[in-house]
């Protein structure tokens, strides 16, 4: 079984800093993607970032350069760096990740158990 394991979370002030990691484990295939999306109180689900498996990333408008992922291939793990936060910031992220367990496998997306982030002084 694929298992992503969230990690990372708490409270931080305005203005801080916060790093979040998903580590993917069990029977890969291949992934080809790993992000994050957040949900806060009353609010739909959104795209916070991705990253692709060529590397290449997307973010969410909103952020304004203020999110950066990035990946550890050899350790099948993404890495959110948050920086700059706002209140606006506090949510529930899941990361995810789009990959094929088997190479027989169809290619589906996989979530984490979420992780909390506070954004408050």
């Known amino acids: 079984q694929v298992q992503l394991v969230e990690s990372g979370g708490g409270l931080v002030q305005p203005g801080g800093s916060l790093r979040l990691s998903c580590a993917a484990s069990?029977?890969?295939?291949?992934?080809?993607?790993m992000g994050w999306y957040r949900q806060a109180p009353g609010k739909q689900r959104e795209l916070v970032a991705r990253i692709l498996h060529d590397g290449t990333t997307d973010y969410a408008d909103s952020l304004k350069g203020r999110f950066i992922i990035s990946r550890d291939n050899s350790k099948n793990t993404a890495y959110l760096q948050m920086n700059s936060v706002k209140p606006e910031d506090t949510a529930v992220y899941y990361c995810?990740?789009?990959?094929?367990?088997?190479?027989?496998?169809?290619?589906?997306?996989?979530w984490g158990q979420g992780t909390q982030v506070t954004v408050s002084s």
């Open positions: 995810y990740a789009n990959l094929r367990a088997y190479y027989s496998s169809p290619q589906v997306d996989y």
């Open positions: 069990g029977t890969i295939f291949t992934i080809y993607a």
